[in-house]
């Protein structure tokens, strides 16, 4: 028997998401669009993308990666988050350097991002962010209605459609970010 999650709405189930994401979702959705946004607990163990979708027989296509990373030029610092569909790499060095004008751009440190976002290791999600940090979208991400990402919480996931992505703050779909 294939393992499956069990997903309620978000508005009921507060408690498996971090406090930042919770919040983000809570100002910036309507009444409607949080009737569906949906969690589901998991076994921490599974909480990788690809690890996810074979354990609960989950279309690889509705998997969504959040990296943060640190963006410099000369003394100047910004963060950015960069959501791709599971299964795929980063393309840090050209993409995100080129869209964010910066010199250097690596993987922010994981204390700062933990830090600033309250979220927990293993389930950075782009909803509930810094309001300065930019959240650049590959476009493929926004092939299929809905996604499966982080909740801020290692133990659970979050379900909501793509397209609501485009609704959190600096927010912008980037070619070209996702590569295999």
Avoid: H, Q
């Amino acid at each position: 028997m294939k393992n499956r999650l069990n997903f309620k709405k978000i508005v009921e189930s507060k408690n498996l998401v971090s406090e930042s994401t919770y919040n983000c979702i809570n100002n910036i959705y309507s009444e409607e669009e949080k009737s569906n946004i949906f969690v589901a607990e998991i076994d921490p163990e599974y909480m990788d993308g690809v690890k996810l979708c074979k354990y609960y027989d989950i279309d690889i296509k509705m998997g969504a990666n959040c990296l943060i990373c640190e963006c410099k030029r000369g003394d100047n610092k910004s963060y950015v988050a960069l959501l791709v569909p599971t299964g795929y790499r980063y393309n840090i060095s050209s993409t995100v350097r080129k869209y964010t004008n910066s010199r250097i751009v690596s993987v922010a440190p994981l204390e700062y991002v933990i830090e600033k976002t309250k979220m927990e290791y293993g389930s950075i999600n782009p909803i509930g962010l810094p309001n300065d940090w930019k959240v650049f979208i590959d476009p493929k991400v926004m092939e299929v209605d809905r996604i499966i990402c982080g909740s801020g919480r290692k133990e659970s996931k979050i379900s909501l459609p793509s397209k609501y992505l485009l609704k959190l703050n600096n927010a912008e779909i980037i070619e070209n970010l996702a590569k295999e």
